[in-house]
């Protein structure tokens, strides 16, 4: 018996390889009937008796509103249009595919966030309903047909899961979730020294206890004119004066780079001088209780 989230991970997914295969059909289907339009025009404009092709009678002349067996429309500049229509469709199909297989991450965030990975598949169902929309409206081949079909109901699809999980559809269907997930459990690795595992644990959303940040907080204190810090010893607290000269002060100052070098021992001012003493004479002194 498999948790819920391993079901939801498998229908997500099975919704996102149907409508991959749409969309490979849809840009199958759009390049044939490119084709076929550029050659029905070609062949309608070399054909001798085009002139003749519309009849007098204006009750029939609706049926050649199109180029014979094309979706071109007979009129100035259609050829145009019609190829102009099918070169966007493939374009706007390459950019749905992309954004299914979530390649190139960086370009869709930058240009196209709504198709990224910080938005729902809403967004990518309405253009794919916009698309099998468009294709639909003409009267196209059956396999452009039914492709245009499974494309729309595939739109359909995508725009019902994105109004239910929203802004996290993708990252449920998502393979590498795991790994995001791993950061919620397991402590954040140290890369490359302490600093550089501070750094990481912030970016992963890991915030370290307040004491180890005043530790190696290597943030210099903004002085004024006057070289004062301007900044009390009371508020510094246990970044500067907590650690004390023991060992743990020691250790924070080997971290920041700095080199510790024990002073020179010396008597202070006020202590008596005393004669030379010589170890080789022996000497006694007398109690205070001696009889």
């Not at 490979?24 to 289907?29: A, T, Y």
């Not at 794919?128 to 699809?157: D, Q, R, Y």
């Not at 301007?230 to 743990?248: A, C, E, K, P, V």
Request: charged share 15%; hydrophobic share 40%; glycine share 8%.
């Amino acid at each position: 018996m498999l948790p819920p989230r391993a079901y939801v991970f498998i229908g997500l997914n099975i919704i996102r390889a149907l409508s991959i295969i749409s969309l490979i059909l849809v840009f199958s289907s759009s390049i044939m009937t490119l084709v076929q339009d550029v050659e029905a025009f070609n062949s309608y404009q070399n054909d001798p008796e085009r002139s003749n092709a519309l009849p007098s009678n204006s009750s029939t002349a609706f049926s050649h509103d199109y180029i014979p067996n094309s979706t071109v429309p007979n009129q100035p500049a259609g050829v145009f249009w019609a190829v102009l229509n099918r070169l966007l469709i493939i374009g706007q199909v390459v950019i749905l595919f992309l954004s299914e297989i979530g390649w190139p991450s960086a370009f869709f965030h930058k240009f196209f966030p709504v198709l990224g990975d910080d938005f729902g598949v809403g967004a990518l169902g309405v253009i794919e309903c916009l698309i099998g929309a468009a294709i639909l409206s003409h009267h196209v081949n059956s396999f452009t047909l039914v492709s245009a079909f499974f494309l729309f109901s595939l739109g359909c699809l995508n725009i019902f899961v994105g109004l239910i999980f929203r802004e996290k559809s993708k990252p449920r269907r998502s393979v590498t979730a795991w790994k995001e997930r791993a950061k919620d459990i397991l402590p954040p690795p140290v890369l490359g020294g302490v600093e550089k595992g501070m750094e990481f644990s912030r970016a992963v959303g890991f915030e370290p206890p307040r004491f180890m940040a005043n530790v190696f907080d290597t943030k210099p204190i903004p002085r004024n004119d006057t070289g004062d810090s301007g900044i009390s010893r009371s508020t510094t607290g246990t970044s500067r004066n907590g650690l004390g000269f023991g060992r743990q002060g020691e250790k924070a100052a080997e971290l920041k780079g700095f080199i510790l070098t024990r002073p020179v021992e010396s008597l202070p001012r006020y202590a008596p001088k005393s004669a030379p003493h010589d170890d080789s004479v022996p000497t006694f002194q007398s109690s205070t209780t001696a009889v």
